[in-house]
């Protein structure tokens, strides 16, 4: 608009993405195949397609979180990453399942309860179209925090500086389930997860010369 383009000509659609994260599994299928506790509550941690952020360091903090939990694990093509968790693994109190680069974020996000990952544009798309409430630890200059100051504007994420203060907010969550609960409700208002189809849909009835 500040370029003078009409108002009326700007259509926010959102961002497109795997048709996967829209359908519905049954998410106690999914704990079974996983091998997972149905009575613990889940934590997805991710950072992208090539696992960045400081993953190993939010794992470490979350050995220190009182009541039992599991966490899934996702390292991307971060080979580094994973090799230094899986020659931790012994060490580690709580359960955790630990992945390298995966085809099945899709079923990952439906069995979590929160997930912990960098605000990046297809991710964040995913994740809202999952109902999944978002930890966001220090997100990068740019999309990243714009996307951040978005969503916890809207009540759809929590944003925390250190990867150490994870452990509050976790412990907290799991105290205060209506907190889980208030930020689904506030995530269905401001989802997208058709956005690929109504993208389609604007090309396909523009008029062509």
């Known amino acids: 608009m500040n370029k003078g383009v009409n108002r009326e000509r700007i259509l926010s659609l959102g961002i497109p993405f795997g048709h996967k994260f829209n359908e519905q599994i049954d998410k106690k299928i999914l704990l079974d195949k996983y091998n997972l506790d149905h009575n613990l509550r889940t934590i997805l941690i991710m950072g992208g397609g090539q696992g960045l952020g400081p993953i190993k360091t939010i794992v470490n903090s979350l050995e220190k979180v009182k009541e039992p939990i599991q966490e899934i694990v996702v390292c991307g093509t ?23 680069y995966t085809h099945h974020v899709n079923e990952l996000m439906t069995v979590a309860d929160m997930i912990i990952t960098k605000p990046g544009g ?8 999952k109902n999944l ?11 990243e925090a714009n996307n951040a100051l978005y969503l916890t504007e809207k009540n759809a994420a929590v944003k925390i500086d250190k990867p150490k203060e994870v452990v509050a907010v976790i412990e907290d969550f799991i105290k205060n389930p209506d ?17 690929s189809i109504d993208i389609a849909k604007l090309v396909l009835e523009l008029p062509h010369a």
């Not at 907190?179 to 956005?195: F, G, N, R, V, Y």
């Open 179 to 195: 907190k889980l609960i208030a930020m689904a409700k506030a995530i269905e208002t401001i989802k997208k997860p058709q956005a």
């Open 122 to 129: 297809v991710t964040t798309a995913e994740v809202l179209a």
């Open 78 to 100: 971060n080979k580094k990453l994973y090799n230094s968790l899986k020659r931790k693994f012994h060490k580690f109190k709580k359960k955790i399942l630990l992945y390298g």
């Open 133 to 143: 409430p978002m930890i966001i630890i220090k997100p990068i200059p740019g999309q």
